[in-house]
């Protein structure tokens, strides 16, 4: 495990301009005491897919939501975009503006529309026209396919379109980083490959991506790169073909054992 | 058969029992009918009602001043007739050919026919009935202009549409106090359904961001913030409101310095507001709790501020989930406002009680309750609606049903 270098690095230091995302030595505890991560390193490259696979329970979702903020950590640290992840406000919120995340539950705003769904954030943060916003959310929905259902409410949707809405959403905010939180998870099987369609156009596009999923019919094809956390840890990084025939850890093999 | 009958005849007679129970109810129902009906056109003397009419209306209002009142009920039934258009004519197409659906046009017929009856019966003037008539007449054209012509006006204009109602309040405190070249008013001459409707329409009001605040500082990571709140509101719904009223009146004077206390009524009425407050931030806070916390994560996860979360996705949910039981308080707090007789102002119970007083009108007890209760019951009936409407334009899914 390298040894964490916390808080020395700030915001000025901008470390070389393909790293989007530097993990080091995250340390995290939850307040009830539980030790969730112990100690885990990541380097998330511009325009790579990274995808993190894991038993449940091994703090793959802790994890990434420490990359926008949405959890603290005690120990260690993490470089997003060149901007460094303190209790600094500021900086969180440059932060999350930069870092789209989609969730399992996709977590639609049920009380509007798709299109204002898509719409919100970027006039209300980003400050940005309302009518150009809105011309963008729609090609936004064209390119995920539901966008005849613009003016619809999430309620009426079926899963898979609103999953979809959620990556529309995400993307509206043009952010640098896309955070994938088991995005088909609990989606019928049927959906489930609508949304990894679209995310694998993303990827075609040299979207940087996170996605934490146990696809791994997705990882083969999109990945870049292929890690493996157990009990808070990263037990290993590697390319997908490399990871599914021929993993170099012990663990990795008894996780594959389980799921392939 | 003739389908009523035979519907009729399955909800009340469908079997023997059913139709034992149904004749002992109407026997009930009719007795009881019976005898309200010989009461009230045989033995109640309406006079009591007829001559305090304007007593009940705003207390001792200088007559001389009385026509402000006049025009600010012109102005709220211009503002009922263009709010209510403009509910109806929300563009949806769906909704085609319903400018006026059926409970519309029976509440325009509801109106009218009082507007032409209660007058008459309370033996006002032609011309104050005439006066009626008109103001009626506004509301219904507006309310049809606005149906019908209200989705053609631009679109900012439409926005800044809400704006006239708190301007209408402020416009109606100055007409109803004094001030701008108007002659004041001293609030110790306001009364009767007049004060009780100022007491509770402004307690409404301000308790509404006292308590969404409240309700938030109740759930604040800040710990004095939390227990401040928890305290107040705790110390509040634990105590009476009478008692509260009476300290209110004697500690304000204390706590304020000198000219800075309020009038009577207005301590009264900040007094209720206060008290309100800490009963709506708990429904505020059970609609807070209904919210998912994904929803903010995803608020914030957007690079929304925490302030911008919670105004555009958190608490339009939570007000959605509040909103029966925010109404139950008002109209709870519609009805508390009688207890401001016993501090001795002069709002409906308080003008009814000086009108028993009088002998003239010694043992006409019974009309005066009843009028007041009719009185109380029309305006609770008045919140109910409005916000059954309010409810269903606040639920995407029941308008999506509804499509
Ligand atoms: N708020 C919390 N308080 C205490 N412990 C928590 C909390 N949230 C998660 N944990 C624990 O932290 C560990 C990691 O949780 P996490 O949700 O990150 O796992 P995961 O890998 O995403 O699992 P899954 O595949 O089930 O989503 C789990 O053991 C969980 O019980
Ligand atoms: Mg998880």
């Known amino acids: 495990m390298s040894q964490p270098s916390p808080s020395i690095l700030s915001s000025s230091a901008t470390p070389p301009s393909d790293v989007m995302i530097d993990a080091r030595g995250v340390q995290k505890w939850y307040p009830n005491g539980y030790h969730a991560l112990r100690g885990c390193d990541l380097t998330v490259n511009r325009g790579e897919v990274v995808v993190i696979m894991g038993p449940s329970g091994s703090g793959k979702s802790t994890f990434i939501r420490t990359f926008n903020a949405l959890e603290d950590f005690q120990k260690g640290s993490i470089t997003v975009d060149g901007i460094t992840l303190s209790d600094d406000l500021r900086h969180i919120d440059a932060i999350r503006r930069e870092v789209g995340m989609v969730f399992q539950q996709f977590n639609l705003f049920p009380h509007l529309t798709v299109l204002d769904n898509v719409c919100l954030a970027p006039v209300l943060v980003r400050k940005r026209s309302k009518a150009e916003v809105r011309e963008q959310a729609l090609a936004l929905l064209q390119r995920v396919g539901i966008a005849e259902q613009a003016d619809k409410y999430p309620g009426q949707l079926s899963g898979g379109q609103q999953q979809r809405v959620a990556i529309a959403r995400a993307l509206c905010m043009e952010p640098r980083i896309l955070l994938f939180d088991e995005p088909t998870s609990s989606l019928d099987p049927e959906m489930v490959r609508e949304v990894l369609e679209v995310m694998q156009n993303l990827a075609a596009d040299a979207i940087t991506m996170v996605v934490v999923t146990h696809e791994v019919k997705f990882a083969r094809q999109v990945a870049h790169r292929v890690v493996l956390m157990a009990e808070g840890e990263v037990v290993e990084v590697a390319e997908p073909e490399a990871f599914f025939t021929n993993p170099s850890q012990e663990r990795s093999r008894r996780f594959l054992d389980q799921i392939l | ?403």
């Not at chain 2, 056109?41 to 009602?49: G, L, M, Y």
């Not at chain 2, 050919?97 to 033996?123: C, H, K």
């Not at chain 2, 759930?219 to 401040?228: M, Y």
Request: proline letters at 6%; one cysteine or more; charged letters at 10%.
């Open chain 2, 1 to 403: 058969m003739n389908p009523l009958l035979r519907r009729l005849r399955h909800d009340l007679f469908a079997t023997p029992a059913d139709g034992l129970i149904t004749l002992a109810l109407l026997g009930v129902i009719g007795a009881g009918a019976s005898s309200f009906l010989r009461w009230a056109f045989s033995q109640a003397r309406w006079a009591v009602i007829q001559a305090n009419s304007t007593l009940f209306a705003v207390g001792r209002y200088p007559i001389d001043q009385q026509w402000r009142l006049w025009l600010l009920t012109a102005l709220l039934a211009a503002a009922t007739g263009i709010t209510w258009g403009m509910l109806r004519s929300h563009p949806r197409p769906d909704r085609g050919g319903t400018l006026w659906p059926r409970n519309d046009r029976i509440a325009v017929g509801l109106l009218v026919a009082l507007s032409l009856l209660l007058p008459w019966m309370l033996g006002l003037s032609p011309s104050v009935q005439l006066r009626w008539l008109a103001i009626t007449a506004v509301l219904v054209l507006l309310r049809w202009l606005a149906g019908r012509f209200g989705p053609l006006l631009p679109g900012p204009f439409k926005r800044l549409l809400p704006l006239g109602l708190p301007l209408l309040y402020l416009i109606g405190m100055v007409l109803i106090g004094g001030g701008l070249g108007l002659a004041s008013v001293s609030p110790s001459e306001w009364g009767g359904l007049l004060l009780t409707l100022l007491q509770s329409s402004f307690a409404i009001l301000l308790c509404f961001p006292l308590g969404v605040l409240l309700a938030l500082g109740r759930r604040s990571e800040l710990p004095l913030l939390r227990w401040g709140s928890v305290l107040y509101i705790e110390f509040i719904r634990g105590a009476p409101l009478i008692t509260l009223l009476f300290l209110g009146q004697n500690m304000l004077g204390f706590l304020l310095p000198g000219g800075l206390a309020p009038e009577r009524v207005w301590r009264a009425a900040w007094v209720l507001t206060l008290f309100a407050a800490a009963y709506l931030a708990e429904a505020v806070r059970s609609g807070l709790a209904a919210v998912p916390r994904g929803q903010l994560e995803a608020a914030r996860s957007l690079g929304m501020s925490m302030p911008q979360a919670f105004a555009s996705v958190v608490l339009p949910q939570a007000m959605r989930v509040a909103l029966p039981s925010m109404v139950g308080q008002f109209i709870s707090l519609l009805q508390d406002t009688t207890l401001l007789s016993l501090i001795g102002l002069m709002e409906l119970l308080g003008t009814a009680r000086t009108v028993m007083a009088n002998p003239a009108f010694l043992g006409r007890n019974a009309e005066v309750y009843f009028t007041l209760a009719v009185l109380f019951w029309c305006c609770c009936a008045a919140l109910g609606l409005g916000s059954r409407a309010l409810e269903r334009r606040l639920d995407p899914a029941a308008i999506a049903r509804s499509g």
